[in-house]
Nanobody, 123 residues
Framework: VQLQASGGGLVQAGGSLSLSCAAS????????MGWFRQAPGKEREFVGS????????IHADNVRGRFTISRDNAKNSVYLQMNSLKPEDTAVYYC?????????????????WGQGTLVTVSS
């Protein structure tokens, strides 16, 4: 599975961005998908996850209410709508495909990763 993330860029605090990630082959029938991020000098952290059919989502506490993960299995794609962005949201954002059908927070559950897209939020 190859993943291609896009949609990153520079935005002012309070603004919005929408990230997209397309998988090279159909994954929606079996696999959860997720978004993670890594800020400079920090470990990669969980942002959001969505189950194989979109019926269940999980968001990290520090983005809940501002970010929304969604997916379109017909397009083999997962999305991350980011609103009310803060400077601390600045990071490289990665999409990933889980080995499980249910959503989850653990990096180890995700064997397939995209290349990342940079989001920079200015104050």
């Amino acid at each position: 599975v190859q993943l291609q993330a896009s949609g990153g860029g520079l935005v002012q605090a309070g603004g919005s961005l929408s990230l997209s990630c397309a998988a090279s082959r159909r994954t929606g029938s079996n696999n959860a998908m997720g978004w993670f991020r890594q800020a400079p000098g920090k470990e990669r952290e969980f942002v959001g996850s969505i189950s194989w059919n979109g019926g269940s989502t999980i968001h990290a506490d520090n983005v809940r209410g501002r970010f929304t993960i969604s997916r379109d299995n017909a397009k083999n794609s997962v999305y991350l709508q980011m609103n009310s962005l803060k400077p601390e949201d600045t990071a490289v954002y990665y999409c990933a495909v889980s080995r499980f059908s249910y959503s989850g927070r653990e990096l180890g559950a995700y064997p397939y990763w995209g290349q990342g897209t940079l989001v920079t939020v200015s104050s």
